[in-house]
């Protein structure tokens, strides 16, 4: 049996999630959110 | 005096205290996970205490084929039906991204293939010693080599560069002698509810998610320590 993980850190840490790694919004203002593919 | 960063992420430095342990689900197919560990590899550089890593395996995109002829922008656009003007962006965004943590991404080089040979080869590594070494080799060769990583003959060759028994390896990559430890970590990652890498879970109870800022990863470092002597 598995004990839960308690999950800290940052929500928006990027991340690659069924093989689309999201590129998180620049930091001059833009906001989109793009998806990758199995990188 | 700092330390090498590809020594800090060891598997257990010098430090007298109890080492930290940290398994970290990752695919080699995984961009984010290869700027996750430069991260990782800052914030345990700058961190004073002791680290143990283990790397785990996770199958971004199992249905992904062995071959693919093509371009990076090709395999993305047919595969997940993403506008390529959108996915030549999304590659410039994150070329940049990684040339931030001095890794030289090379997507028009990259070759895309299924990882699973790769995780059997990496527990291979982990049998004898050499875990650490090969998965840099392998994201390195993956993302900075365009080198295909999906073939035995081509992990033979990147196992024996970091001092791995080419021959051995082979056997077992074609006998599948590793599988059921790829398997196992994949069913570990599932049970945790890990979706996506990479993943660190800190002394078996702390997850973090994602290619986190290196003052993340020692913040979580400090509470495991302080934790663990309250």
């Known amino acids: 049996m598995t004990d839960p993980l308690e999950i800290v850190g940052a929500d928006e840490a990027p991340v690659c999630v069924d093989g689309v790694c999201a590129v998180p919004p620049t930091t001059d203002g833009a906001t989109e959110e793009q998806g990758s593919g199995d990188l | 005096m700092a330390r090498p960063l590809r020594d800090v992420v060891n598997s257990v430095n010098n430090s007298p205290t109890r080492p930290v342990k940290v398994d970290i689900w990752s695919d080699i197919a995984c961009p984010w996970c290869f700027i996750g560990?430069?991260?990782?590899?800052?914030?345990?550089?700058?961190?004073?205490?002791?680290?143990?890593?283990?790397?785990?395996?996770?199958?971004?995109?199992?249905?992904?084929?062995?071959?693919?002829?093509?371009?990076?922008?090709?395999?993305?656009?047919?595969?997940?039906?993403?506008d390529p003007a959108q996915v030549e962006q999304m590659l410039s965004q994150m070329t940049v991204m990684a040339a931030e943590?001095?890794?030289?991404?090379?997507?028009?080089?990259?070759?895309?293939?299924?990882?699973?040979?790769?995780?059997?080869?990496?527990?291979?590594?982990?049998?004898?010693?050499?875990?650490?070494?090969?998965?840099?080799?392998?994201?390195?060769?993956?993302?900075?080599?365009?080198?295909?990583?999906?073939?035995?003959?081509?992990?033979?060759?990147?196992?024996?560069?970091?001092?791995?028994?080419?021959?051995?390896?082979?056997?077992?990559?074609?006998?599948?002698?590793?599988?059921?430890?790829?398997?196992?970590?994949?069913?570990?990652?599932?049970?945790?509810?890990?979706?996506?890498?990479?993943?660190?879970?800190?002394?078996?109870?702390?997850g973090v998610s994602g290619a986190q800022a290196p003052e993340t990863f020692r913040e979580v470092l400090d509470r495991v320590v302080a934790e663990a002597s309250a």
Do not use: C, N
């Not at chain 2, 060759?157 to 599988?179: I, Y």
């Open chain 2, 101 to 206: 943590e001095g890794l030289a991404y090379d997507f028009d080089a990259l070759r895309h293939t299924k990882t699973l040979l790769a995780h059997q080869a990496l527990h291979f590594a982990k049998a004898h010693g050499l875990q650490r070494e090969l998965k840099e080799r392998l994201l390195s060769a993956y993302f900075e080599q365009g080198r295909h990583v999906g073939r035995v003959d081509e992990l033979v060759t990147l196992a024996t560069e970091v001092g791995l028994d080419g021959d051995a390896l082979r056997r077992d990559l074609e006998a599948g002698t590793f599988a059921p430890d790829v398997e196992a970590d994949i069913a570990q990652a599932r049970a945790y509810g890990i979706a996506g890498v990479p993943f660190f879970v800190f002394d078996g109870r702390l």
């Open chain 2, 37 to 82: 560990k430069r991260r990782f590899e800052r914030a345990v550089a700058d961190w004073d205490g002791a680290v143990e890593v283990e790397f785990h395996s996770f199958e971004l995109a199992p249905d992904t084929p062995v071959d693919f002829e093509g371009s990076e922008v090709d395999f993305l656009a047919h595969h997940k039906g993403m």
